[in-house]
């Protein structure tokens, strides 16, 4: 799972509504894996990005150079989109889980795929 | 140079298949390179000739990258119900913009074909020949010309009934070919992760490209399977998510769905299906997640969800249940110790789909998806509505003698407020396509009838 996953993630625990995101993540196996550079993609997801969120999670998993926030310009500035481009695309969490912040509720990422299935007792009607 | 407001004209020649997906393909490829559909034709139906007005070539060109109904597409200098209309036609295009393909320093071949009909070498040089009155003033080269021409016989659609003269004969300049090898390239023979529902390739490209998808979008698919259709967006350059609810389909475990294969292999799941065709990079995530409960934040960030849910005939339509209502021998997947097992009602499915698409949407997003039908009962009030969502497109594809699905492409036009979640229940459509509920029992209906009179004309 992808930190940019992670970003779009939030529990759905009946009763949670909009505190259900951020997930904490806990990563027991996280790899790094090289993905072609792409900047006109980086840039199209800087705007979507819940930054605190992000470095939240960054910060579990002790990622270090993590940019702070958008800065200015930054559809030109390379270094910021390379550094974004790391952060969001080429760390893979492979054992992990994701705990709803409000209800305490886990859902487990197992070879690098969350598990976000709720029983009916769990979910919103 | 052309007087403005003058468009050009092309000739495209289809393929004759997937009739009815054909020009809302045309359509939604033209819109995305900012051409708009305008014909001198009033219908194109059946007929393999598209004549299309386009601004530039560049756009007629970027159509050509993308389209996998059309083979080829022409510059058309001239056309005419018979030889003598089309000479005509040929004198009347301007020579400026013919000169530029034909001066002297050039070199060209002129091609001939004919559909519905085949014609001797003989007849065919007699037809080339006659176009000596046009200015070519370049070198003849069959192997590598810098030009390609091509005259087209039109000798209608029966093989049957083949007139001595054709309907139509059309002359232009070649431009590009279509994409129609991707069929073959992508071809769900040679995949290496199969389900039993995964998409003919080339229905596939037609939906990434009803659905506009481009370069740097992200595309979803909530009932990913196998992740078929994501293949087709990534090949376009979009990023792709796909959920599913089957833990073992996702994870790529359990009994194979090729003939002769007993279990999946490692190298079987949606990742290693991208990977075979080089377009790994595209992979975002895939997660084991029910459609009818999603887990993404509030906000619009998918720009297409193109998407073939469960019918209930081959795949069952699931949905994640309580504790308390497990009937008996349901399968309940071992690692996730969430029971899978409710019945999902198709219309419930397809609402939930049309809210999840109209409120993650970006504006101008698209939704593809496929509606089953039971055709006796079939009517278009039935097509499910959302106030956020327009209906671009709706094509039948049939599946047996009283079902077919029909693609549905909707484009979002609206941003989403939370109330219009319930403006659909009091429509009257919502209680339309409640019939259709039982799509499974009246798709297998047709077959118990036929079985039963089979067994009774062979008693007698």
Redesign the interface.
């Known amino acids: 799972?992808?930190l940019?996953?992670h970003n779009?993630?939030?529990?759905?625990v009946r009763g949670v509504g909009?505190r259900g995101?951020?997930l904490r993540l806990q990563a027991t196996e996280v790899r790094i894996n090289p993905?072609?550079f792409?900047p006109?993609?980086i840039v199209?997801m800087i705007p979507?990005v819940?930054w605190a969120a992000l470095l939240e999670a960054a910060d579990n998993l002790h990622l270090i150079e993590v940019p702070k926030e958008p800065i200015q310009g930054y559809e030109h500035n390379e270094e910021f989109l390379r550094k974004m481009h790391h952060v969001l695309?080429e760390v893979e969490v492979l054992e992990g889980t994701l705990q709803c912040p409000e209800s305490g509720r886990v859902f487990?990422i197992?070879?690098?795929?969350?598990?976000?299935?709720?029983?009916?007792?769990e979910?919103?009607t | 140079m052309a007087p403005p407001g003058i468009l050009n004209r092309y000739l495209l020649l289809m393929a004759q298949e997937h009739l009815e997906f054909r020009l809302p393909e045309i359509k939604s490829l033209l819109s995305l390179f900012g051409g708009q559909f305008t014909s001198s034709q009033e219908t194109y139906g059946k007929s393999p000739f598209w004549i299309l007005s386009i601004p530039s070539e560049d756009i007629a060109r970027n159509l050509m990258k993308r389209t996998v109904c059309a083979k080829s597409i022409f510059e058309l200098w001239g056309h005419g119900k018979c030889p003598e209309e089309l000479y005509s036609s040929l004198k009347n295009y301007p020579v400026e913009k013919m000169v530029p393909f034909l001066h002297s320093e050039s070199t060209y071949k002129i091609k001939i074909h004919t559909f519905n009909k085949t014609l001797t070498q003989e007849e065919k040089v007699k037809r080339i020949d006659a176009l000596e009155f046009l200015p070519f003033e370049g070198k003849v080269n069959l192997k590598k010309p810098q030009h390609i021409f091509s005259i087209l016989e039109d000798y209608g659609l029966d093989p049957n009934h083949i007139p001595e003269n054709p309907h139509n004969i059309y002359f232009g300049r070649w431009i590009a070919d279509g994409q129609r090898e991707l069929i073959e390239s992508y071809s769900v023979k040679k995949r290496h992760f199969i389900g039993n529902t995964s998409m003919d390739a080339g229905l596939s490209f037609i939906m990434a490209n009803h659905g506009k998808v481009k370069?740097?979008d992200i595309v979803f698919d909530p009932f990913v399977g196998t992740g078929g259709l994501l293949i087709a967006s990534a090949h376009f350059g979009a990023?792709v998510?796909g959920?599913d609810?089957d833990?073992n389909t996702?994870?790529g475990l359990g009994k194979a769905s090729r003939k002769n294969q007993k279990w999946r292999g490692p190298d079987e799941n949606i990742r290693a299906n991208l990977r075979q065709y080089g377009l790994e990079?595209y992979y975002?995530?895939?997660?084991?997640?029910?459609a009818s409960?999603?887990?993404?934040?509030?906000?619009t960030?998918f720009d297409a969800i193109i998407t073939d849910p469960p019918y209930g005939i081959r795949e069952s339509t699931r949905r994640?249940?309580?504790?308390k209502?497990i009937p008996k021998g349901i399968e309940k997947c071992p690692?996730?110790h969430?029971?899978?097992s409710?019945s999902y009602h198709l219309s419930d499915m397809f609402f939930d789909l049309l809210n999840f698409s109209a409120e993650t949407l970006v504006l101008g997003g698209r939704l593809v998806y496929w509606l089953p039908v039971y055709t006796p009962e079939y009517t278009e009030e039935m097509v499910p509505w959302h106030p956020c969502l327009k209906l671009i497109s709706n094509c039948e594809q049939k599946l047996s003698s009283h079902t077919s699905r029909r693609l549905i492409t909707m484009e979002k036009v609206k941003e989403f407020e939370n109330r219009d979640q319930y403006s659909h229940l009091l429509s009257d459509h919502f209680l339309l396509y409640q019939g259709h509920n039982s799509f499974r029992e009246k798709y297998f209906s047709g077959v118990t009838k036929r079985i039963a009179k089979e067994e009774k004309s062979s008693q007698e």
């Open positions: 799972m992808r940019l996953t779009l993630l939030s529990s759905h909009p995101f951020p993905v072609e792409n006109d993609f199209r979507k819940e695309l487990p197992s070879r690098g795929i969350p598990n976000m299935l709720l029983s009916d007792e979910t919103e | 370069k740097n990023y998510y959920t609810i833990y996702v994870h990079k975002l995530d895939v997660l084991v997640s029910d409960k999603p887990s993404w934040r509030k906000g960030y994640t249940g309580s504790q209502e690692e996730s969430v029971p899978v409710l």
